[in-house]
């Protein structure tokens, strides 16, 4: 008995040290992999998953608000995700449109929906652009909606100049919390420059006279520019102006209801020569509709002149 106790001391002796190093190997060698895995974020979702096709967007880097004109060729716009409903029927064109879509610059996914003709599309181009891209396929295409995909309470706004001189949209969405993108499209201006500018109030009952100051939150009472001021807008020979640029600090929910003003000089040393009051816009995923309940059209049968996102 004594000796078989030797044995078994001994053979637990010998394995013993051989689990203590594989467990030793284990903890050391093993454990140093694990932060370079590719496990996915868990982040929550947002509400809406319609950004799951795509990669989340890169923090929006902390540009200034671009002053030039229409190419804004020194910065780049912060990525949005967009969304378009375009007149299409089968595979064919789903392939056609992703084709076109992503010879763009600036386009990071292109994600499309067949069975509700809508096209989602991640990157910082403007909307022009990827619109005069999607009818060169030959297919009709209309903007729906606009913002991020984290869950903004509000998080697109739109201001429409309706005439009968100027006619124009504005459009603002929400980046971050700390960032807004603005893209405008006008026409009937004098060639020139023209200054601009968010003002405190949506009242119209005096055209631009009666919007009040130009908007400036008491947070930013202090700064040598009002929160408001969106620089200067340059109209060519034919009226037209386009602008594409990002703000900080301004919040596009604080921003409904307000208006939007344009000044026939640089200075706007001049009362204002149009205005428009902000209305809230169609987020991503809020608008699928395809027939306007008030007068039965169509969102094929919308000309482009009297199409803006706030109207579908």
């Known amino acids: 008995m004594a000796f078989l106790r030797s044995l078994t001391s001994a053979a637990t002796a ?3 040290p051989t689990a203590i ?9 093993l454990n140093p992999l694990l932060p370079s895995l590719p496990f996915p974020s868990l982040s929550p979702k947002p509400k809406r998953s319609l950004s799951s096709a795509f990669a989340s967007p890169q923090p929006a880097p902390a540009l200034h608000m671009d002053q030039k004109p229409p ?10 995700l967009t969304e378009f409903m375009v007149d299409m029927t089968c595979d064919g064109c789903v392939s056609a449109v992703k084709n076109k879509l992503q010879t763009l610059d600036g386009i990071k996914g292109v994600d499309v929906d067949l069975s509700n003709q809508v096209v989602r599309v991640l990157g910082s ?15 009709k295409a209309r903007l729906i909606g606009q913002g991020v995909p984290e869950d903004f309470l509000i998080s697109a706004a739109v201001a429409e100049f309706k005439g009968p001189d100027i006619f124009g949209v504005v459009r603002l969405a929400q980046v971050n919390m700390e960032l807004a993108r603005i893209e405008a499209t006008f026409s009937g201006l004098s ?10 109030f949506g009242d119209l009952t005096k055209g631009a006279a009666s919007t009040g100051k130009v908007f400036n939150p008491t947070s930013q009472a202090t700064s040598e520019e009002p929160l408001g001021d969106l620089g200067t807008l340059d109209a060519y020979e034919s009226g037209e102006a386009l602008f594409s640029g990002v703000k900080q600090m301004l919040k596009v929910s604080d921003l409904i209801g ?7 000089t640089e200075d706007k040393s001049e009362p204002g020569i149009a205005a428009a009051v902000i209305a809230r816009s169609a987020g991503v995923g809020e608008n699928y509709k395809r027939i306007c309940t008030c007068d039965g059209t169509t969102i094929w049968e919308s000309s482009n002149m009297n199409f803006a996102t706030s109207k579908v």
Do not use: C, F
């Not at 190419?71 to 949005?80: M, N, S, T, Y």
């Not at 307000?258 to 026939?264: F, K, P």
């Open 14 to 16: 010998s394995i013993l």
């Open 21 to 29: 190093a594989v467990a030793t190997l284990s903890s050391s060698s």
């Open 71 to 80: 190419a804004q060729k020194d910065g780049v716009l912060p990525e949005l």
């Open 125 to 139: 181009l403007p909307v022009k652009p990827m619109v005069d891209a999607l009818e060169q396929t030959g297919r």
């Open 191 to 200: 060639p020139g420059k023209h200054g601009w500018s968010i003002n405190e």
């Open 258 to 264: 307000r208006s939007i003003v344009l000044y026939g």
